[in-house]
Antibody, heavy 122, light 113 residues
Framework: EVQLVQSGAEVKKPGESLKISCKGF????????IGWVRQMPGKGLEWMGI????????RYSPSFQGQVTISADESINTAYLQWSSLKASDTAMYYC???????????????WGQGTLVTVSS | DIVMTQSPDSLAVSLGERATINCKSS????????????LAWYQQKPGQPPKLLIY???TRESGVPDRFSGSGSGTDFTLTISSLQAEDVAVYYC?????????FGQGTKLEIK
């Protein structure tokens, strides 16, 4: 059974760093893209970026480029989303999701993690 | 970047009636190489992650009830629920995966009238 299991909720202060994780089970981790989606409180879904663990090809939305870093460790089937300096506006639910791959590009998200709630408050 | 616009923002439909949600893209999602529309639909219920309903604009995901159907091509797409059930109350999103960055529509909130 395919599963994506995300790390637990985090409460941080502005300016702190954070790295959240997403571990894949039940499929070949390096054969699918893993993407990250932000959902701010009461708002819609925002596509942040995506990584192909097989070759570390990483693509970002311009809205998130330079604000976050997406990485993956194929040896432990885990993808990461990290911030170097959090802001209050980073408060949101963050989902990871798996993406089947086409010829050089990702397709739709088919399986989703349960979400990681990040709260940034002084 | 491709902008996705859904209509309406919210919708109230009686149980057993048809619900229709529209999604328009700022450029074509039909890839001439394979003649496929790179458009998916998701359902999100409160407190849950989104769930894939439809991909390639009209292919129903395994396990999704057949009252859900997707149609359209190019820049205009529709999600139809043929006979609304109580469990269909949710927010629905379209997603384009024609090119990165991928992008979601703003969402349509579906309620019971």
């Amino acid at each position: 059974e395919v599963q994506l299991v995300q790390s637990g909720a985090e409460v941080k202060k502005p300016g702190e760093s954070l790295k959240i994780s997403c571990k894949g089970f039940g499929y070949s981790f390096t054969d699918y893209w893993i993407g990250w989606v932000r959902q701010m409180p009461g708002k819609g879904l925002e596509w942040m970026g995506i990584i192909y663990p097989g070759d570390s090809d990483t693509r970002y939305s311009p809205s998130f480029q330079g604000q976050v870093t997406i990485s993956a460790d194929e040896s432990i089937n885990t993808a990461y989303l990290q911030w170097s300096s959090l802001k209050a506006s980073d408060t949101a639910m963050y989902y990871c999701a798996r993406c089947p791959t086409g010829t050089l590009s990702p397709y739709y998200f088919d399986y989703w993690g349960q979400g990681t709630l990040v709260t940034v408050s002084s | 970047d491709i902008v996705m616009t859904q209509s309406p923002d919210s919708l109230a439909v009686s149980l057993g009636e048809r619900a229709t949600i529209n999604c328009k893209s700022s450029q074509t999602l039909l890839y001439s190489f394979d003649n496929k529309n790179y458009l998916a639909w998701y359902q999100q219920k409160p407190g849950q992650p989104p769930k894939l309903l439809i991909y390639w604009a009209s292919t129903r995901e395994s396990g999704v009830p057949d009252r859900f159907s997707g149609s359209g091509s190019g820049t205009d797409f529709t999600l139809t629920i043929s006979s609304l059930q109580a469990e269909d109350v949710a927010v629905y999103y379209c997603l384009q995966y024609y090119s990165t960055p991928h992008s979601f529509g703003q969402g349509t909130k579906l309620e019971i009238k």
